[in-house]
């Protein structure tokens, strides 16, 4: 599974983006999808997962009320919608993809896009 990130860019706080990754490949359905963040100088943290049928999400606690993901199996794409954007949300958005049933631990998800930069100006 090869995944393409897109959507990032630059923002003023309180305002909306909508990330977006494209995936190639076969059995896209099979697989959680999960966004990640990394900001300078910071550890990749877990944002949100989607499970295989998009039945089952979780955010991390800064995203939760303000974020949501999303999945379409039939077009291979997933999306982060992100409202009310705050200059602590400035990072590089990875999506992933990973085998397994379940999990927010990077070590899950086995691909990996190659990132959007996201920032948020004060």
């Known amino acids: 599974v090869q995944l393409q990130a897109s959507g990032g860019g630059l923002v003023q706080a309180g305002g909306s983006l909508r990330l977006s990754c494209a995936a190639s490949g076969s059995s896209f359905s099979r697989y959680k999808l999960g966004w990640f963040r990394q900001a300078p100088g910071k550890e990749r943290e877990f944002v949100a997962v989607i499970n295989w049928s998009g039945s089952n999400t979780r955010y991390a606690d800064f995203a939760k009320g303000r974020f949501t993901i999303s999945r379409d199996n039939a077009k291979n794409t997933m999306n982060l919608q992100m409202n009310s954007l705050k200059p602590d949300d400035s990072a590089v958005y990875y999506c992933?993809?990973?085998?397994?049933?379940?999990?927010?631990?990077?070590?899950?998800?086995?691909?990996w896009g190659q990132g959007t930069q996201v920032t948020v100006s004060s």
């Open positions: 992933a993809a990973g085998a397994t049933m379940w999990g927010t631990a990077r070590e899950s998800y086995d691909y």
